[in-house]
Nanobody
């Protein structure tokens, strides 16, 4: 069982930055692939960024060059640095862990609202 707790969301203006954190417990964190997803009202949940256990990263085209995913295995935490935020980035952001057994676990989500 993996527990994930997101933090760092909030209300910001367009052009501002936020850093989301996701603290994990209950598994060997360094072996997990981690990802950030988001879901806006009326839309499907979509992948924003992912990072493998070895540190390889992948991003949605809409956030490339603005968002950076990183992980600190010593702190069992994954981060999402979001710069140059846009109103269309408004969504609930979720952290997901995929264990080495390919079991997925989700956090409860954190709201990010970007005003124009």
């Amino acid at each position: 069982q993996v527990q994930l707790v997101e933090s760092g969301g909030g209300l910001v203006q367009a052009g501002d930055s936020l850093r989301l954190s996701c603290a994990a417990s209950g598994s060997i964190f360094s072996r997990n692939a981690m990802g950030w997803y988001r879901q806006a009202p009326g839309k499907q949940r979509e992948l924003v960024a992912a990072i493998t256990s070895s540190g390889s990263t992948d991003y949605a085209d809409s956030v490339k060059g603005r968002f950076t995913i990183s992980r600190d295995n010593a702190k069992n935490t994954v981060y999402l640095q979001m710069n140059s935020l846009k109103p269309e980035d408004t969504a609930v952001y979720y952290c997901k862990a995929r264990t080495y057994r390919n079991w997925d676990y989700w956090g409860q989500g954190t709201q990010v609202t970007v005003s124009s």
